[in-house]
């Protein structure tokens, strides 16, 4: 039986998500190999059964894979393409879950040579908890997955398509994205939020001596609005720096909404205010009617 070789490198929440989804499908048909940085995290893949075997290196996961999958935080991943780069088999083909896709392209389209073939993709799916403990086989399932398709990219359409299959059996929903609107949809849709959500927390930490009363007050607002402010620092200081055009210019954005807001109280506009409380509802109950399936999967 001929065995689809699978490397995963950095096999945390997604990585593990990913190889728990493809070996729950595919059992014996694939081999996964995979790379963590410490002995627990190499013990734990290996226990939980998201790879068939760990290492704690790079080199040794990847050499005889047909496909890599990078699931590092954003930044490691183009030193760990050239670190392994010299081992990989003519016509492999790397796929990431990075969670923004210009800055990773620009650089692979550089670095490959023609008989290494590169399919960006991100699975919009996720959790505040990081590692391979925090793993789970159904964790795209029903959630989108964007897999780019870009016209300055030259990878052939049956490498694309042996990633889509991959992708396919994890239950995702694939939708096709170019490099550029990917990350500026993604800044709006994700970054924002997640620094947003942190700076409600760091609001809290500046007010510091009324924290005891503020946590006691707590309803559904704070919990609801910070979920996200607990993720993965590692991860998310990568997004910013590599996805900063487009990040810049929401925040940008984002602040002249706050000032105008600031604007409005301060000469107690409250026709501006209804206004911009309706807005919000009715985009927000819009959004919520379009992905209904989504939150009634939920
Ligand atoms: N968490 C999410 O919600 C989410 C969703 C979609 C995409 N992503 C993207 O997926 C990637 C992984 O995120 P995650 O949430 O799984 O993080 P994670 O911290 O759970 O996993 C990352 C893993 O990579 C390992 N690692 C880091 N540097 C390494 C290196 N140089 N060599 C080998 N292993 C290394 C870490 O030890 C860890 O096991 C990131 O690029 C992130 O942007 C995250
Ligand atoms: O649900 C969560 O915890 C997430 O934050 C997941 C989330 C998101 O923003 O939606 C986070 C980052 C990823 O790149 C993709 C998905």
């Not at 670095?111 to 159904?138: F, Q, T």
Request: hydrophobic fraction near 40%; glycine fraction near 6%.
């Amino acid at each position: 039986m001929v065995k689809i070789r699978l490397a995963i490198l950095g096999v945390g929440l997604i990585g593990g998500s990913f190889g728990l989804a493809v070996k729950d499908k595919l059992g014996e048909k694939i081999y996964i190999t995979g790379a963590t940085r410490t002995e627990e995290s190499r013990k734990s893949a290996e226990k939980m059964k998201a790879v068939d075997k760990c290492y704690l290196s790079n080199i040794e996961a990847a050499k005889d894979a047909d496909i890599i999958y990078l699931s590092t935080p954003v930044l490691q991943m183009v030193p760990i393409i050239k670190q392994i780069l010299p081992y990989l088999k003519q016509g492999a083909i790397i796929t990431d879950a990075g969670s923004t896709k210009q800055y990773i392209a620009n650089a692979l389209h550089k670095l490959l040579p023609k008989s290494i073939y590169y399919v960006p993709a991100h699975p919009m799916a996720g959790r505040e908890k990081n590692g391979v403990v925090a793993a789970s086989k159904d964790l795209f399932k029903n959630k989108c997955y964007v897999l780019i398709r870009d016209k300055t990219m030259l990878t052939p359409e049956p490498a694309m398509q042996k990633i889509r299959g991959l992708i396919e059996l994890t239950g995702a929903n694939i939708m096709e994205l170019d490099l550029a609107r990917h990350d500026r949809c993604a800044s709006l849709i994700s970054h924002i939020p997640h620094i947003t959500a942190a700076a409600l927390v760091g609001l809290l930490n500046r007010n510091y001596g009324d924290i005891d009363d503020c946590i006691k007050l707590a309803g559904g607002g704070f919990k609801d609005t910070t979920r996200i402010a607990s993720s993965n620092a590692d991860m998310w200081a990568d997004i910013c720096l590599s996805n900063a055009t487009a990040i810049i210019n929401n925040l940008q954005i984002l602040q002249e909404i706050l000032g105008e807001v600031t604007a409005a109280i301060e000469s107690k506009d409250r026709e501006k205010l209804h206004a911009y409380f309706v807005n919000a509802k009715e985009t927000r109950d819009h959004i919520l009617q379009e992905t209904q399936n989504i939150y009634e999967i939920e």
